[in-house]
């Protein structure tokens, strides 16, 4: 896939009367010319063959995004950073925390689990990458992965902490866990007293899956 981005200058208007639509962009053609014509309510036969004559290009009854400040979009970017250096924060304070817990025979992981692979681990795995479509895990422990899943799961451990994607196919205890309480966000997924728990790990909700 090719893109490309541009800068377009855009002149909007309403056409009230044809005849100082058209004389206007006769005396200003040079200036507009290669702006991007926007206009607002019924186009005429007359206005749409003036519009080709002039070869200037043009859009009917659209609304265009409205453009930010540099000082909004500058806000904008600090609110995120505070907001991703909260998060991240959250997130590395839970898995140290759940890290803790993993003690049956620790297997750790840094590398992409690819689509077609097939990983069975005896204990615990932590997996400092992503799982990709196609590749499955299957733990008799707990399991921590960090990035997101779109592969397969198969976890036999008292918990397991993920992001999902909608590709994923998450098994847990033998119950497949409905995907889309795990999208978009990291999850603790746990095994109380028969049931299976999904906690959210930077919400304070709590959804029963079973």
């Known amino acids: ?17 044809e005849q100082k639509f058209m004389d206007f962009f006769d005396n200003n053609y040079t200036l507009f010319k290669d702006h991007l014509i926007v206009i607002q309510g019924e186009l005429s036969q007359t206005i749409q063959d003036y519009l080709e004559e002039k070869n200037l290009k043009y859009l009917e009854n659209v609304v265009l995004p409205k453009g930010r400040t540099r000082k909004a979009l500058e806000e904008e970017l600090n609110a995120e950073k505070v907001s991703a250096a909260v ?10 925390r ?8 620790l297997t ?28 499955t895990i299957i733990t008799s422990g ?17 918990f397991m902490m993920l992001t999902a994607s909608p590709k994923a196919n998450i098994v847990f205890h033998d119950v497949e866990v409905d995907n889309t309480l795990l999208e978009d966000r990291l999850n603790r997924v746990e095994l109380k007293n028969n049931e299976i728990i999904i906690t959210p790990v930077l919400k304070k909700e709590i959804n029963w899956a079973l």
């Open 98 to 105: 759940l890290s803790t817990q993993l003690q049956n025979n």
């Open 142 to 158: 707990n399991l921590i992965i960090t990035k997101v899943v779109e592969g397969s799961i198969r976890c036999h451990g008292n």
């Open 87 to 96: 998060s991240q924060q959250i997130v590395e304070t839970e898995l140290e």
């Open 1 to 17: 896939m090719q893109n490309k981005q541009y800068s377009v200058k855009v002149f909007e208007t309403t056409i009230s009367n």
């Open 108 to 135: 750790v992981l840094d590398e992409m689990i690819r689509s077609g692979r097939e990983l069975n681990i005896e204990g615990d795995l932590l997996l400092l990458n992503r799982v990709n479509s196609g590749a």
